[in-house]
């Protein structure tokens, strides 16, 4: 399926303030594209790419005094096939982890292990290692918190959705993501665009997304807490610890979003 994605997204300062963004699609879908991908500005300022630690394509610019308009829009072919779902994964022992993969068992800034691991013991040291204790993981979250845009906040943690029990879906992907490493499982956070096209019926305003990947079995399997079931047409733009490595938009100065517009949808023309 050939699908239609983009952003339209408008920041007011008072002050010229640098930007950092993960606004790109990830390069490990560049091959997907058919057609050019380009991050427009309106005033037109100089923007400069970089690909950080965990592959991201970032981009450097600087935002005049009054505000940006930052936009994009590309077709990009995608098998639009459900999540894999491999029931017999296993979980692998910690001696035989890659290295590189050790970092995503680790607390991070939104996910404080230390915090949540006997929560996590309690609550599935019973359950079979392996795809199971991942699905247990995602089930009990789908269920234990409410989707709420008013219950967000950029400071909230695992800690605080665990005991709040209402958020958006990064927070979901924030506790799942903890209570996995907590049991052991590396677990890595990742955000990019998610349509409604593989449901009966338009779910909410469209918005990016966040899901997560757990390391089973020697590679990296997609799960989401929000939604609990496989999903068709993700694409994938950043991937990090949590969301403080893979944030969309990263400003050094007070800045007001006045403008948030995302669409994704089947590109029936090409």
């Excluded at 799942?176 to 305003?205: K, S």
């Amino acid at each position: 399926m050939l699908i239609r994605a983009g952003y339209d997204i408008g920041l007011i300062s008072e002050q010229s303030v640098p930007m950092l963004a993960n606004l790109s699609v990830h390069a490990s879908r560049n091959k997907d594209l058919r057609t050019a991908q380009r991050i427009f500005t309106t005033p037109d300022v100089p923007l400069y790419d970089y690909v950080d630690s965990f592959g991201n394509i970032c981009t450097r610019l600087t935002m005049p005094a009054g505000g940006i308009t930052v936009s994009s829009g590309f077709v990009i072919e995608d098998p639009f096939e459900p999540d894999p779902v491999v029931p017999g994964a296993r979980q692998m022992a910690l001696a035989d982890l890659p290295d590189e993969v050790l970092l995503y068992l680790l607390g991070s800034r939104y996910c404080e292990t230390d915090r949540l691991t006997e929560v996590a013991w309690g609550l599935f040291g019973h359950v079979p290692q392996g795809w199971s204790l991942v699905q247990a993981i995602v089930a009990y979250v789908h269920g234990h918190i409410r989707f709420d845009y008013m219950a967000a906040r950029p400071t909230k943690t695992a800690w605080d959705v665990f005991h709040e029990r209402a958020g958006v879906c990064r927070d979901f992907a924030h506790l799942a993501i903890t209570l996995c490493r907590c049991m052991n499982i590396p677990a890595r956070y990742c955000t990019g665009y998610l349509g409604d096209m593989d449901l009966p019926a338009v779910v909410g305003v469209m918005d990016f997304s966040a899901w997560f990947e757990a390391y089973l079995d020697g590679r990296w399997y997609v799960f989401d807490a929000r939604h609990n079931r496989p999903r068709c047409g993700r694409i994938l733009m950043a991937r990090g610890r949590d969301a403080a490595d893979a944030a969309l938009t990263t400003t050094f100065g007070p800045v007001t979003l006045s403008r948030f517009d995302i669409y994704t949808d089947e590109d029936r023309l090409g």
